[in-house]
C-alpha cells in the first residue's frame, strides 16, 4: 500500500511496459488512451488510470498524442466508464472531482494501491 501523494513517483519508476493500454472513449475527433494498470483508492472506491487524449490528424490519417490526463472509474461498476478526467496528475484531479468535499491533506493521504490487472 502506498499514499496517494507519493504513488505517482513510484510508477514512475517502475516498468509498466508490458502491461497494454486500453481505449476509454473514441470517436471521429479525438480518442482516450489509458494504462492497462490503475491505482485503486479503497476508500472511495475509484480507480485511476493514467491516460493520454488524442486527436484526429487528418494529415497524417491517424490518433496523434495531445495531452496526458488522470482518468476516474468507479471501482465497482460492471459496465466500466469513466466517470471524469483531467490534465493533471492524481492528486489535483481527485481533489477537483471532490469539489472541495475532502481537504487536500486528506486526499494526499489517502491508501491506495497499484492493480496490474
Known amino acids: 500500500m502506498y499514499r496517494l501523494f507519493e504513488v505517482e513517483e513510484v510508477i514512475a519508476e517502475m516498468d509498466l511496459s508490458d ?3 486500453d481505449i476509454a472513449e473514441t ?7 489509458i494504462s492497462g494498470w490503475w491505482v485503486h483508492i479503497p476508500e472511495l472506491n475509484l480507480n485511476l488510470h493514467e491516460g493520454v487524449v488524442c486527436t484526429w490528424e487528418e494529415e497524417s490519417q491517424m490518433f496523434m498524442p495531445n495531452f496526458a490526463v488522470t482518468v476516474v472509474y468507479e471501482a465497482s461498476a460492471e459496465h ?30 489517502m491508501r491506495c494501491s497499484i492493480c496490474k490487472e
Not at 470517436?27 to 488512451?33: F, N, R, S, W
Request: hydrophobic content about 40%; proline content about 2%.
Open 19 to 21: 502491461i497494454d493500454d
Open 27 to 33: 470517436d471521429e475527433e479525438y480518442q482516450i488512451v
Open 80 to 109: 466500466q466508464h469513466y466517470i471524469y478526467f483531467e490534465q493533471d496528475g492524481m492528486v489535483i484531479t481527485l481533489a477537483n472531482w471532490l469539489n472541495g468535499r475532502v481537504p487536500l491533506d486528506v486526499i494526499e493521504q
